[in-house]
């Protein structure tokens, strides 16, 4: 790790790791919402938008065009004390991300046009905030904590009327003032040469000059509040949800590593103080948790939570006041302090699988206070004392210093409606970084150019024996796969159960998440305390699902995970309490679903797509069915699927195979073989026209859901579909032609895609194009879909997008194999789809040999765009 300062005041700092053939290239700018003035709220955001709208040299969508063509993937993201950029590339490529940001720095254009089009974009990406209920929470305790004129008085996103109003004088203005060499920070991480990126910074960033202007500093942003402060907001939905917030101190405080250890004592997993006493025992709550958000000047702890049916805000606090009195007047136990020690230990390990990940936060920290905080940070929380953490509960969890917003129904008696019944998917508060893009459409292609683009041949030659994996199969059927992976003392651990949705009867919808979430409650040796006490206790992870489990810990501790993985699928009791806790749980997740537009619309599109296929339902099942599942049903549908012969076990990490031999007969070899039903099979219709359905909901935006029934993954076209997607509808940035004309060019929404190949399973999925915009907006949208479907069915694609989707499929094929999770996942789908064990040196050749003719004829043969089914919820349009 070494920082260098350049004599135009540019710092840069690097990282070696040579693991895997990547880099992860970040510039951070030190400015954000809080250096925002009256007037200009947003205009950090904006600005962050416009760089890529190009410069004189890379004209408009020619970051993005680079960047893809060359297997890379790029991102952006604003919050109140920075603005960063970050590309990720494979290490023969990444230099390109210098020449981009040294250009961008001091040559954006400001064309009028562009700036109105993202206004366009960024006003819907601000009404989205405006529909979540929690997003109406958040932006109601900043304000409420932060008065205004304080700089974190307003979203980061900016007020409505002043993103509506911001100028392209006042936008080029604070570029000319922040952006520049001594106001910004280089971090690059990955595989590397630290005297070859110091020379290359320096040829590309060495003659730009520091800012002409003096760069203000934030104004003062400590809060001396001195009364409790207390919201209520109403809201249309039957959930009560809470959200505190403590002013605390910032990163360079020496409190930090206390308050750090009480946000992992208060809500880190299942044993953690809060989720204890409010969800398992008392059952206040079917959701609760605590962040501490450190910012420059100050800092945040934010507690959150979702009440359970029947129980009021005045019982929640109550028992919280207990809790947080109970920090203040008696010291942690030993073994809770060294819980906290070992996940931070474990997570520190874990956080290092990634480039991405450590180049974050050292420009994080870089940003805050200094990047040395990395480094130190587990040195220091292995010193913290319980009376440090006493200590810190006393001085900053007071009354007067917090701040609560309530958001409850509307109508008090609808809380009360529909079951009489509880989710952990209810959303915690995280971060309010605001992304250019959303990240979930960032990530690179998940099947695992021409040739010359192939990204770190040598790192996928097939005579390397870096991806040979090892396969045998138990006398009860179990497959299990096993690949050495050294890089890193951890091992992951994943068993894939061929069970799911397409196995339940009509009258039990809801009965596999049901099942694979209570798995982990209660087993015949240990209860859900004891499994979740002993995973956490050593900093490992244990996660549950419908279709099997997963684990991940340091390879010190392979023994306690493979105990408790094989424990969990194999005798699991189904204990009548946790069933009806998590039941209700269920139910109120349900409730939650059936109040987001979104989630209203796609589970209504599915509806119409599969007919009477067990896909047609949400995968949650629907309130009427899960009221009604008991443990019996449970316990047949677990003892039909979860056997050995109907399940793959994949285990990636830093042991010996003899050794991974030997534990794995050790605990899986008295798991009982029994034959598997056969699934019935489903014709499935296909529309006549546009059949169209809308669900009125009064929120800001309409969610548009377009399409029809797609492929699976084992039909031979399945290649070129897949290529097809990155040219019609999620291509990096906005490369694909939906995103560019929808989003970038007609700025009609922040989130839009379109593909068919992400769905496919071994049942088929579905064709599926999306966008989130104003109801005056979305018959353009409509017929913007329908435009590009009808362009892609009739006239071949040009040898300049075929080329771009292709070199990006093969040179971001890499990122799919950087963590021992990744890899355990590939190594699944080898086997479920039968890929075969060369498939990893295959794919990029199977993507090189795709012609446009072959686009022309799948997008003829399973792309229609004259019957499809249109589903769509929010305002009426």
């Not at 007609?746 to 579905?766: D, H």
Request: proline share 5%.
């Amino acid at each position: 790790m070494k920082k260098t300062i350049f004599d135009n005041g540019l710092t840069l700092l690097t990282v070696e790791a040579h693991d895997v053939p990547i880099v992860t290239a970040t510039i951070w700018y030190r400015v954000g919402s809080a250096n925002e003035t009256a007037g200009q709220t947003g205009i950090s955001h904006f600005l962050e938008h416009l760089m890529f709208k190009g410069t004189p040299t890379y004209g408009k969508g020619m970051i993005d065009f680079l960047t893809a063509s060359n297997g890379g993937y790029n991102n952006a993201g604003t919050i109140f004390d920075y603005t960063m950029y970050y590309f990720n590339f494979s290490s023969d490529r990444w230099e390109l991300a210098l020449q981009i940001e040294a250009d961008r720095m001091k040559n954006c254009l400001f064309d009028p046009d562009e700036i109105e089009a993202e206004r366009g974009v960024i006003l819907e990406e601000l009404k989205q905030q405006i529909d979540s209920p929690w997003g109406q929470l958040a932006m109601q305790l900043e304000s409420t904590m932060f008065p205004a004129p304080h700089p974190n008085h307003h979203p980061v996103i900016g007020w409505q009327a002043d993103v509506e109003s911001i100028s392209r004088d006042q936008l080029a203005r604070y570029y000319q003032t922040f952006y520049a060499p001594n106001n910004a920070v280089l971090v690059i991480v990955g595989d590397i040469n630290t005297t070859s990126v110091i020379k290359a910074v320096h040829q590309h960033f060495g003659h730009l000059r520091p800012s002409a202007f003096t760069i203000p500093a934030q104004p003062p942003a400590i809060v001396k509040q001195e009364q409790e402060q207390r919201m209520t907001l109403y809201q249309d939905s039957s959930v009560k949800r809470l959200q505190i917030g403590y002013h605390t101190v910032n990163l360079a405080h020496p409190d930090t590593y206390a308050l750090d250890a009480i946000d992992y004592l208060f809500s880190h997993g299942k044993t953690s103080r809060l989720h204890q006493r409010f969800v398992e025992n008392e059952q206040l709550a079917v959701f609760t948790d605590t962040f501490y958000h450190t910012r420059k000047q100050s800092g945040v702890f934010y507690f959150t939570a979702a009440l359970r049916r029947g129980r009021t805000p005045e019982e929640f606090e109550r028992a919280l006041e207990e809790e947080i009195t109970t920090l203040q007047t008696e010291l942690i136990s030993e073994e809770e302090l060294q819980k906290v020690k070992n996940i931070v230990a474990a997570e520190f390990v874990f956080d290092k699988e990634t480039t991405a990940g450590l180049a974050h936060a050292l420009g994080e920290y870089e940003m805050l206070d200094t990047y040395e905080f990395f480094s130190h940070y587990p040195q220091r929380m292995e010193m913290l004392t319980a009376e440090a953490i006493r200590e810190a509960a006393r001085k900053y969890f007071v009354n007067a210093r917090r701040t609560l917003v309530w958001g409850l129904p509307q109508d008090p008696e609808r809380e009360e409606q529909d079951f009489d019944e509880e989710d952990a998917s209810l959303p915690p508060m995280t971060s309010d970084m605001v992304f250019r893009t959303p990240e979930e459409q960032l990530q690179p292609p998940k099947v695992a150019s021409n040739n010359h683009n192939h990204a770190s041949p040598e790192f996928f030659s097939a005579d390397s024996r870096r991806f040979r994996h090892h396969r045998w199969v138990l006398p009860n059927g179990l497959i299990v796969l096993f690949l050495e992976h050294h890089l890193l003392p951890i091992v992951s651990m994943e068993a894939f159960v061929d069970a799911g949705q397409k196995n339940e009867a009509e009258e039990q919808a809801g009965i596999a998440v049901l099942t694979g979430q209570l798995l982990e409650e209660g087993t015949a040796t240990r209860s859900a305390f004891d499994i979740a006490s002993a995973i956490e206790s050593v900093g490992g992870s244990l996660d549950a699902q419908s279709q099997g489990v997963a684990v991940q810990v340091l390879s010190k501790d392979l023994g306690l995970g493979m105990d408790l993985l094989s424990d969990v699928l194999m005798r699991p009791i189904f204990d009548e309490r946790q069933m009806k806790k998590k039941r209700h749980q269920i139910l109120i997740s349900i409730e939650e679903d059936d109040e987001n537009p979104s989630t209203i619309a796609f589970n209504l599109f599915r509806d119409m797509v599969y007919g009477a296929h067990p896909y047609h339902r949400p995968r949650k099942g629907y309130k009427h069915s899960v009221r009604k599942l008991r443990r019996e049903a449970l316990m047949k549908y677990y003892q039909t699927y979860f056997r050995p012969n109907n399940t793959i076990l994949s285990i990636v990490g830093d042991v010996e195979p003899a050794r991974i031999r030997e534990t794995v007969e050790r605990y899986f070899a008295e798991w009982q073989a029994q034959p598997i039903p056969i699934q019935p099979s489903f014709e499935i219709p296909r529309p006549t026209g546009c059949v169209r359905k809308h669900i009125l909901k009064e929120k800001e935006q309409v969610h548009v859901y377009l399409g029809h029934l797609g492929v699976t993954r084992t039909n031979p076209d399945f290649y070129p579909l897949f290529v097809m997607d990155h040219i019609l509808g999620v291509g990096p940035g906005f490369t694909d032609r939906i995103s560019r004309k929808l989003r970038d060019e007609m700025g009609l929404a922040y989130s839009v895609s379109a593909n068919i190949s992400g769905s496919a399973e071994k049942e088929p999925g579905m064709f599926l194009a999306y966008i989130g915009t104003s109801p005056e907006n979305a018959p353009r949208a409509v017929e913007g879909f329908v435009r590009e479907i009808r362009a892609i069915r009739r006239e071949l694609v040009s040898a300049e997008e075929l080329e771009l989707a292709q070199n990006y499929i093969t040179g971001s094929y890499v990122f799919n194999f950087e963590t021992s999770t990744q890899l355990a996942r590939y190594l699944i789908n080898v086997e479920r789809y039968q890929l075969g064990e060369d498939f990893i040196w295959r794919f990029p050749d199977i993507v090189d040999q795709i012609s446009a003719e072959d686009i022309l004829r799948v997008a003829q043969r399973y792309l229609d765009e004259n019957n499809y089914y249109l589903a769509s919820a929010g305002k009426a349009w």
